[in-house]
């Protein structure tokens, strides 16, 4: 294990691990967590995304979990993160969409997600980005950086700590506005609760507007698919 610094962060760094978010919610546990700390992998044996679906992470890519104070669930931060890994991208000439809940498209084909987990008096923002390596997975199209771009995962680190600082802390009103610009499959029809409805917009709390003939909704979490 290594331990450094990066703006700000207490960064400590694996070869391989299981999954750095199992070893976040192990360090808070242990009582041994912080604000800004993140732990950070070149490879997982056991990575997992939402439902404990597995995440393949060969090395070459970027895996990090990052602990931040939380006294309580705020639906607004997945909207942050997902801007914030959106604009790490932009800055090599990638352009990104957001697809809603939690993953980012390139030419429609996965290059990145987001694991948000609260334990404690801490939030859990689990990150994976294809750098150099891009797995085969049956249920959808993935990519990586460097099929647009000379990047090293080291770099892409230092922007992301960089444009997560900076949406994390920004006024909402100015995420919502981006998320927006960015977001795939807005004002289309998405699945909510077995019926297809327009996607409207964000609303101030975070929450997803759709839209069901003339009357509209408020939706939360997973009760959309796209």
Request: hydrophobic share 40%; glycine share 8%; aromatic share 10%.
């Given at each position: 294990?290594?331990?450094?610094?990066?703006?700000?962060?207490?960064?400590?760094?694996?070869?391989?691990?299981?999954?750095?978010?199992?070893?976040?919610?192990?360090?808070?546990?242990?009582?041994?967590?912080?604000?800004?700390?993140?732990?950070?992998?070149?490879?997982?044996?056991?990575?997992?995304?939402?439902?404990?679906?597995?995440?393949?992470?060969?090395?070459?890519?970027?895996?990090?979990?990052?602990?931040?104070?939380?006294?309580?669930?705020?639906?607004?931060?997945?909207?942050?993160?997902?801007?914030?890994?959106?604009?790490?991208?932009?800055?090599?000439?990638?352009s990104p969409l957001i697809k809603w809940p939690?993953?980012?498209?390139?030419?429609?084909?996965?290059?990145?997600?987001?694991?948000?987990?609260?334990?404690?008096?801490?939030?859990?923002?689990?990150?994976?980005?294809?750098?150099?390596?891009?797995?085969?997975?049956?249920?959808?199209?993935?990519?990586?950086?460097?099929?647009?771009?000379?990047?090293?995962?080291?770099?892409?680190?230092?922007?992301?700590?960089?444009?997560?600082?900076?949406?994390?802390?920004?006024?909402?009103?100015?995420?919502?506005?981006?998320?927006?610009?960015?977001?795939?499959?807005?004002?289309?029809?998405?699945?909510?609760?077995?019926?297809?409805?327009?996607?409207?917009?964000?609303?101030?709390?975070?929450?997803?507007?759709?839209?069901?003939?003339?009357?509209?909704?408020?939706?939360?979490?997973?009760?959309?698919?796209?």
């Amino acid at each position: 294990m290594g331990c450094s610094e990066l703006a700000g962060y207490k960064v400590l760094s694996f070869d391989k691990i299981s999954s750095t978010q199992t070893y976040a919610h192990d360090m808070i546990a242990q009582g041994k967590a912080s604000d800004h700390m993140v732990i950070v992998a070149a490879a997982q044996y056991a990575g997992r995304g939402r439902y404990r679906r597995k995440w393949v992470s060969h090395h070459g890519n970027l895996y990090a979990s990052f602990i931040f104070n939380s006294v309580e669930r705020d639906p607004r931060l997945s909207y942050a993160v997902a801007v914030a890994i959106a604009e790490t991208l932009i800055s090599y000439g990638v352009s990104p969409l957001i697809k809603w809940p939690n993953d980012i498209l390139v030419n429609n084909a996965k290059i990145s997600g987001v694991l948000i987990e609260y334990a404690g008096r801490f939030v859990i923002v689990g990150v994976g980005i294809n750098v150099h390596t891009n797995p085969t997975v049956a249920e959808y199209k993935t990519t990586r950086i460097d099929e647009y771009a000379d990047v090293e995962v080291t770099d892409v680190m230092s922007r992301l700590v960089k444009n997560l600082d900076k949406f994390i802390n920004a006024d909402f009103d100015s995420v919502r506005k981006r998320w927006m610009e960015l977001a795939a499959g807005l004002n289309k029809l998405v699945k909510y609760r077995g019926e297809m409805v327009e996607l409207i917009g964000v609303n101030d709390n975070g929450a997803l507007v759709v839209r069901r003939g003339p009357e509209y909704l408020l939706v939360h979490g997973d009760e959309i698919s796209m």
